[in-house]
């Protein structure tokens, strides 16, 4: 184990029950996630990555394995104590935006620093400053439904840093979007890199590797090659189903490690 790593798994394992059937989301990973990198997790849909980003964010918990994020020991922390983790040291960006419709772009923004006891004025204040960091201080009053989707991930972006976070985790946060807005958000997300903070993006937009510094590439909730990967991505019979990744037995394929760019 990397003890230097911001974020480590070994044999991490997520399990749901779907009637009779197990589903194996995630199949035994190890994982070893540097500080202030950029690491692109990338896989179609089934294959985990959404699953595993979950667990990076305390919003879930695994089924077996080791994980620590920040030195964080996430399978030992209480409800109390998770909240507290994703208070003060994750933001997320997910891909529906999850903005509150009834209020304004700086009221969604300020919303997470009332349940850090800041004050009112002080929420303000830091809300505008990232609205403007993110280019939206024209657009501060404006609700979700007044916005466009590219806008409204800005919001969601500014909201994430609200906490100032140590690690940025993005849930395919281009997939609702159009192209040249898409390549935005991944600039922004980059441009969080570059300014020190852990960022982690599941994705299936490959045009997302080309501000990573680190990539992991997921087949069936088990790391693959980039070679396999791109195997698989030829080949019908593999990964590509809508049931892909639904049923892993526990004795498949080795996985490979973290490929770096």
Not at 97 to 105: D, E, G, R
Not at 120 to 138: F, M, N, S
Not at 150 to 156: E, I, L
Not at 250 to 255: C, D, H, K, L, N
């Amino acid at each position: 184990m990397d003890s230097s790593a911001f974020i480590t798994t070994r044999d991490l394992r997520k399990t749901f029950a779907m009637g009779r059937m197990r589903v194996h989301a995630l199949a035994g990973v190890d994982i070893d996630i540097p500080e202030k990198s950029f690491t692109v997790i990338m896989g179609p849909s089934g294959s985990g990555k959404s699953t595993l980003l979950y667990l990076f964010g305390g919003l879930d918990r695994p089924t077996s394995g080791v994980l620590t994020v920040n030195g964080f020991d996430l399978n030992g922390l209480d409800e109390n104590a998770l909240a507290v983790y994703r208070r003060n040291t994750v933001g997320f960006v997910f891909q529906q935006f999850n903005l509150v419709s009834s209020m304004t772009a700086l009221e969604n923004v300020a919303f997470p620093l009332r349940f850090a006891g800041i004050p009112g004025a002080a929420r303000t204040k830091r809300a505008k400053e990232l609205l403007e960091q993110v280019g939206l201080d024209t657009h501060m009053r404006h609700r979700p439904v007044e916005m466009s989707g590219g806008q409204q991930q800005r919001v969601a972006i500014a909201r994430a840093l609200v906490n100032n976070p140590a690690l940025i985790l993005a849930d395919e946060p281009t997939g609702n979007l159009d192209t040249s807005t898409g390549y935005g958000i991944m600039q922004q997300l980059s441009e969080l890199h570059q300014g020190g903070r852990t960022v982690v993006v599941v994705t299936h937009d490959p045009r997302m590797l080309r501000f990573a510094s680190h990539t992991l590439y997921l087949l069936d909730g088990r790391l693959v090659s980039r070679e396999q990967f791109e195997a698989a991505s030829i080949t019908p019979e593999v990964g590509s189903g809508p049931e892909a990744g639904a049923a892993v037995a526990e004795t498949g394929e080795a996985q490979a490690g973290e490929t770096s760019n």
